[in-house]
């Protein structure tokens, strides 16, 4: 088994969803589920990171975001400010995954 940091946060999601055992047959709905679960990780991570920021660098995160910056440019601006960027995206996977699967 791959380590949270190790999955692209659309794998976690898939694989917190096959670990809940919903047996769906249709496919769309099983889509529908696994990126809502894709989008909970993603909200917990944003919220995390910008929980971490101070004021400037989070307006600063925004202007990125909103000018369409390129995806290198987002992850170098994230390194530099948020220390252990892996280990908070896991936190937030894992988070979600308890939530989900205690539901």
């Not at 190790?6 to 055992?21: D, L, P, R, S």
């Not at 919903?22 to 991570?45: C, G, K, M, W, Y």
């Amino acid at each position: 088994m791959h380590s949270p940091q190790q999955f692209t946060v659309e794998e976690a999601a898939e694989q917190i969803f096959n670990e809940k055992g919903l047996h769906i047959a249709d496919a769309q709905v099983r889509i529908e589920f696994i990126s809502d679960i894709t989008a909970q990780i993603n909200d917990r991570i944003n919220a995390m990171i910008i929980a971490l920021l101070s004021e400037e660098q989070a307006i600063a995160l925004e202007h990125l975001n909103s000018s369409h910056a390129e995806a290198s440019a987002i992850r170098a601006f994230l390194d530099k400010h948020v220390s252990d960027l892996p280990s908070l995206i896991s936190n937030a996977i894992l988070a979600v995954r308890n939530e989900y699967l205690a539901g």
